[in-house]
């Protein structure tokens, strides 16, 4: 005989980058299981799979998950870690005031307040007033090919660019880089001067991502801290 099975409620929220709704259900111990095997062998590549895994058999709503920008994917999984344990995280904060202050502090931040940071008015750049790049911002699929490198080093910071590039266009054409060849799409880059190339690490550096600020005051020292939590790792340390 079958045992019986409990039903399981189902929650709406809306995917970041493109304002869609989606349509998930919390996660049972058995993911929750994967999901903590994984962040127990502290291996990146995976836990990230494991995440990856978790919200692909909960999202009920037909995505492409590896088409989801970086800040798509940790926000929807906050979402849906909010509505299986619960919308509080108990979090343990070290004295940012006094290097030699050993204060560690117990705050509690509430998910349903986390909120992914302003998106850009454009994903335009504009080199000159004749030349400029469309950028996408990178895919989970892109995420997960970098997430192990060391983006400290130029040549995977240029790789990722290249990766991100949706086009490059001047006053007659626009040049669709899925027909461009990497090594070309480099070479516009190393021509770039370093004024312009500043202006390709803004938009990256200003990627949206989940983020949100805590205020308190340290159990030691009693100075009053403000921390700014951004990244979804940042939300479980």
């Excluded at 903590?36 to 998950?65: G, W």
């Excluded at 509430?110 to 504009?126: Q, R």
């Excluded at 469309?134 to 130029?154: G, R």
């Excluded at 001047?170 to 990497?182: F, I, P």
Aim: aromatic share 10%; charged share 30%; with cysteine.
């Amino acid at each position: 005989m079958a045992l019986p099975q409990l039903k399981t409620a189902t929650y709406l929220t809306k995917i970041p980058s493109t304002g869609k709704e989606v349509e998930f259900r919390p996660y049972t111990v058995k993911e929750e299981k994967v999901l903590m095997i994984a962040m127990e062998s502290k291996d990146q590549k995976q836990t990230f799979r494991a995440l990856k895994s978790v919200i692909k058999d909960c999202v009920q709503s037909d995505i492409n998950l590896d088409k989801l920008t970086l800040f798509d994917f940790e926000y929807m999984f906050l979402q849906l870690r909010a509505k299986s344990v619960g919308e509080l995280v108990d979090l343990k904060m070290k004295c940012q005031h006094d290097e030699e202050c050993r204060g560690v502090t117990p705050v509690e931040i509430d998910l349903d307040e986390i909120t992914v940071s302003e998106m850009p008015e454009t994903n335009v750049i504009h080199l000159d007033d004749k030349i400029g790049v469309t950028f996408n911002f990178p895919s989970l699929s892109i995420a997960e090919k970098y997430q192990e490198a060391d983006m400290e080093k130029v040549t995977n910071v240029f790789d990722m660019i290249v990766d991100c590039t949706e086009s490059i266009f001047d006053e007659e054409e626009v040049y669709d880089c899925k027909n461009e060849s990497r090594e070309n799409i480099n070479k516009f880059y190393e021509s770039l001067s370093s004024t312009q190339f500043s202006k390709v690490s803004e938009f990256f550096s200003k990627m949206p991502t989940v983020e949100h600020t805590i205020d308190y005051k340290c159990v030691q020292c009693k100075e009053e801290q403000k921390v700014e939590l951004k990244g979804l790792q940042s939300f479980f340390t």
